[in-house]
């Protein structure tokens, strides 16, 4: 294995300290930073963690002094807006540096939640219904959109703005949730239809020819009896809540015969229909009937060592240092000019 110079980008907010003793690492805000940048270390290479906020030339100056082999992406914004990583990425590409997680295209299209659902159309791929409000206008439900409905931001990850709340049945409590989405998330409102169902996480690797992971199940079965069944702020983000409730992760069980191999078909259908590379989390719902709908596409997902990606990679025999060297080996064979 080649020792590399590995520029690792993050938020200037979330680098890890050099001595991390005192802090507790599964709860940290830099924990997946200090997971990739400790695990690089051990796999041999040089690593220079780069803080990055609102400004470009910090990337240009570390590139231009430092002369690193690749950057390892980490970053999920610029100057504070999500959609703006994409930017980033193009200019490690103008730049000619090789770098982990996807091409700027694939961000764009996967990042607009109501842009990807017309890709998946174009593909015959399932998705529930939905309609957008950009911010400033009010919503104008159709008739054939029917409740129960979940209303989320069009553009922000990680469940921004997602809680029992985004669940309405009129159109009272719809136009109310998305004035929410407009005014505390900043962003445009999906309002999708609701799919009452197991949801699974597929993670991929790849750029043309895809490894996919075992099915992965959001398991909350101990959620209150009157609470829906969907990934919240709280679900996601919250240790207090997640172990109050039991709610957990796993490779999904119990699966009709042949179905596992279908929800891995139908993930690698949407990477390909979206043109992403590097790697992605692909998230689905399944009903009862067995009818699957794509939900949406997460390139670049959270890749600390115990979040659901790593541990799908490690039932497929990818040691968390197994996986961080792979993504290196992806990034390095992505060729942007051939990638039209």
Known sequence: MKRLRVLVLMHEDLVPPEQVNGHDLKTVAWRTEHDV?????????????????????VIHSAIEGWKPDIAFNLLEEFDGVAVYDQHVVSYLELLHLPYTGCNPRGLMLARDKALTKKVLSFHRIPYPEFIEVPQGRTVRRPKGLAFPLIVKSVSEEASL????????????????????????????????????????????????????????????????????????????????????????????????????????????????????????????????????????????????????????????????????????????????????
């Not at 290479?45 to 470009?56: C, W």
């Not at 709280?234 to 279908?262: C, F, H």
């Open 161 to 340: 703005g997602i809680s029992q709340a985004s669940i309405v049945e009129d159109d009272d409590k719809l136009g109310d949730r998305v004035t929410f989405i407009h005014n505390s998330v900043g962003s445009g409102a999906l309002i999708e239809r609701y799919i009452e169902g197991r949801e699974f996480y597929v993670g991929i690797i790849g750029n043309g020819q895809l490894q996919v992971l075992p099915v992965w199940e959001l398991i909350m079965d101990k959620l209150p009896e009157d609470a829906k069944r969907i990934a919240t702020e709280r679900v996601k983000w919250s240790r207090k809540y997640q172990q109050k409730y039991g709610i957990t992760s796993r490779e999904a069980d119990n699966l009709p015969e042949g179905k596992a191999e279908d929800i891995q078909d139908l993930a690698k259908q949407v990477y390909r229909a979206l043109g992403l590379s590097g790697y992605a989390r692909i998230d689905m719902r399944m009903m009862t009937d067995g009818q699957l709908y794509v939900l949406e596409a997460n390139p670049n997902p959270q890749i600390a060592e115990d979040e659901d990606f790593a541990d799908s990679a490690k039932k497929a025999d990818y040691h968390y240092k197994e996986l961080l060297q792979e993504l290196l080996n992806v990034g390095l064979r992505w060729r942007p000019a051939k990638a039209a």
């Open 37 to 57: 940048v400790s695990t690089l270390k051990k796999l041999g290479h040089e690593v220079l963690p780069l803080g990055v906020k609102s400004e470009l030339d």
